[in-house]
Structure formats: structure tokens, C-alpha cells
């Protein structure tokens, strides 16, 4: 057995939350190890796209005002049942930063990596899955394979399926998961007028009894959200016909699709002795009202001050 780093915080975990708190660590002088499975960023889609502005003021804090600055301040939501406008709203261009902006959570992770080469502070080590844990009085044993990492203190931001390090810290995860099911696509087109707004329709022609909700992002890309059947598993061809509903014969590239469902569960504790938690590893919730990682970066600046 080896422990090899001198690191003052551990953080498993290179996500967005992890990443995050990386780098809000060493904004206070903290040495920082970052350990994660994976074998490197891969490259994803859209994912989380809406980030709200005490998050891109953290950021910008952090080292990546470029999240801020790439993404696409959208200025007004309209909410449709059918083809009949219910209401919209425009927000207020009041401040150095945008209310919101929309940009793909990859970008916001290249980002967030350019920002951590940058600080040598961070050391990141991908291909480390963390194994088990033990903690005493003085500090935390990180276990990853063969090897064990010792550190002060842990900040766990190793995602919702970290079920292992939750166990291993006493903490439960309840709460639930829903069966509706969800289609998300990244689309290339035009489809003017509609740059920089928001729009969310219940039961409209192309997805009947249904919702959809289409944001716009950065490059020409539209995020179109599709709630589906509980049991469907679209095809190719299915997308497409569903794109076609909706931007009718404008050409268009399908970037990246995936489907996911709802969860909301929250654990029992945010702190463990010397480990604390973060992000999704702490909680889950839907991804409507964008709440997931706009969260997350919340609980990883409040942990970094308190470490
Ligand atoms: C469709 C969809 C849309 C969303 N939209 C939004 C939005 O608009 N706004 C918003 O704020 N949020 C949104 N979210 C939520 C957001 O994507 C998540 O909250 C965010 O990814 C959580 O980041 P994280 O770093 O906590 O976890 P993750 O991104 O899951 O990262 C966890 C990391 O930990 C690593 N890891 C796990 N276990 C171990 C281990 N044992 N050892 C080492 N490494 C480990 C993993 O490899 C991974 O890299 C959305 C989510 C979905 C599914």
C-alpha cells in the first residue's frame, strides 16, 4: 500500500461539481486531488444546459467567466397549451451578468477544465475509481484499487450511482424515481424568431397529450425536450419524424439525443465526519426549473469556504 499525495482535500469526482469545487478550493490556497473513474472527459451532449447567474458569478470567481460569456443569454419564456400562448415573460437586462444562460454541460466542462490546468493547486487523476473509505480523528483513507490516498478531509461530488461511498458514510438516498420518460435531442437549424427564446408546450399537434419544451443554445443548436411513453424506445427514424413535426422541412443534424427520467431524492446528511457531499451525489431532482447542477455548484461553494 502507497500514499502518495499531500493533498488537503480530496474530491472524488471530475464532474461539473467536482470540478467546481476544485476550483473554489484552491481559490482559498487549499491543495486539491480530484480522482475519478472515467478513463478522461468524454465528450457527452447537452445535458444540463440552463445555468442561472449567482452560479456563472461563482464561476466567473473560479477562473471560467468564459461559461458566462459563451452562452446564449435567451430573454424570453413563453409557455403554449396547443397553439394558444398562455403567458410569457422577458427577463430584466439588469446586471453585469445575464439572469440565465443557456450552454451544454460538455462546454461548461471543457471550461471548467482549462480553468483547473491552469491552477496548480489541482491535480486531476482520471482512471481512479474510489473503492472504499475509512476516516479517524485526523483524516480520511481513500481506497482505489491497490492504493490508498489519505487526505483531511473528502468532498465526495461523485454523482447519483455513488451509492458505494454514500453506504460507506452511513448515508441514505431515498426518496423517488417516476416512470414518465423523457427524449432529449441537440439540433443544428434555423428556425427564426425563435434565437433566444424559451418555449414549453403542453399538448401541442406534434406530441399530443404531452409536453415538449425546445431551448436554444449557442451555434445555431436547439435542445428539444420530448416527453414520451414510459415504455417507448425511439428509433432513429423516430426522432426524426418527431424533429420534422416541429421544424417542418428545414434542414437540420441531429448533434446528440438521449433519453432520461425524473428522480427526486435527497441524503440524509450533507457531512459525514470528514467527508462532505455535493451535487447530485447529495441530491437528485427533475430537470425542469434547471435545479441539478445549479445546486451543485451552490453546495460546492459553500463546502469550499468551509473547509
Ligand atoms: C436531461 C437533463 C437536463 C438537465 N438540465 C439541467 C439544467 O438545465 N441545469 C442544471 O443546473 N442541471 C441540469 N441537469 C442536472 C445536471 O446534469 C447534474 O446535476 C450534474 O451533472 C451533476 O453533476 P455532478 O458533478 O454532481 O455529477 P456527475 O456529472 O454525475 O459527475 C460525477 C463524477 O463522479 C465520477 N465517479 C462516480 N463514482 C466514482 C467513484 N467511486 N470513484 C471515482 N469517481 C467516481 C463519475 O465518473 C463522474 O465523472 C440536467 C440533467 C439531465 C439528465
Not at 480530496?10 to 464532474?15: C, N, P, R, S, W
Not at 476550483?23 to 490556497?29: F, M, P, S, V
Not at 487549499?30 to 473513474?37: A, C, E, N, P, Y
Amino acid at each position: 500500500m502507497r500514499r502518495d499525495t499531500d493533498a488537503q482535500v480530496i474530491v472524488i469526482g471530475a464532474g461539473p461539481v467536482g470540478q467546481s469545487a476544485a476550483l473554489l478550493l484552491a481559490r482559498w490556497g487549499i491543495q486539491v486531488l480530484v480522482l475519478d473513474q472515467r478513463p478522461g472527459r468524454g465528450r457527452g451532449g447537452s445535458k444540463s444546459i440552463c445555468q442561472q447567474r449567482d452560479v456563472l458569478d461563482i464561476w466567473a470567481a473560479a477562473g471560467a467567466g468564459k461559461i458566462a460569456e459563451e452562452g446564449l443569454a435567451w430573454t424570453t419564456a413563453r409557455t403554449y397549451y396547443r397553439d394558444r400562448e398562455l403567458s410569457s415573460w422577458s427577463f430584466e437586462r439588469d446586471g453585469t451578468l445575464p439572469a440565465c444562460v443557456n450552454i451544454s454541460q460538455s462546454r461548461t466542462e471543457q471550461i471548467l477544465d482549462e480553468a483547473i490546468a491552469g491552477q496548480p493547486l489541482i491535480e486531476v487523476r482520471w482512471d481512479h475509481e474510489v473503492t472504499g473509505l475509512t476516516q479517524d480523528s485526523s483524516g480520511v483513507s481513500v481506497r482505489c484499487g491497490q492504493r490508498v490516498l489519505r487526505a483531511p478531509y473528502v468532498l465526495a461530488c461523485a454523482g447519483a450511482r455513488a451509492q458505494g461511498l454514500r453506504s460507506a458514510a452511513g448515508v441514505s438516498f431515498s426518496g423517488e424515481s417516476f416512470d414518465d420518460q423523457f427524449l432529449i435531442c441537440d439540433v443544428k437549424t434555423e428556425l427564426p424568431g425563435w434565437e433566444d427564446e424559451r418555449r414549453f408546450y403542453f399538448d401541442p399537434v406534434w406530441n399530443p397529450g404531452r409536453q415538449v419544451l425546445i431551448h436554444p443554445c449557442p451555434g445555431g443548436m436547439y435542445r428539444i425536450d420530448w416527453q414520451i411513453a414510459p415504455d417507448f424506445i425511439p428509433t432513429k427514424d423516430d426522432i426524426a419524424r418527431k424533429i420534422r413535426k416541429i421544424i417542418g422541412d428545414r434542414p437540420y443534424e441531429l448533434i446528440w439525443h438521449s433519453t432520461y427520467r425524473f428522480h427526486a431524492r435527497l441524503a440524509s446528511r450533507m457531512r459525514a465526519g470528514r467527508m462532505l457531499l455535493a451535487g447530485d451525489c447529495a441530491h437528485l431532482l427533475a430537470p425542469f426549473g434547471a435545479r441539478g447542477l445549479n445546486s451543485g455548484v451552490a453546495d460546492a461553494e459553500n463546502a469550499a469556504w468551509k473547509l
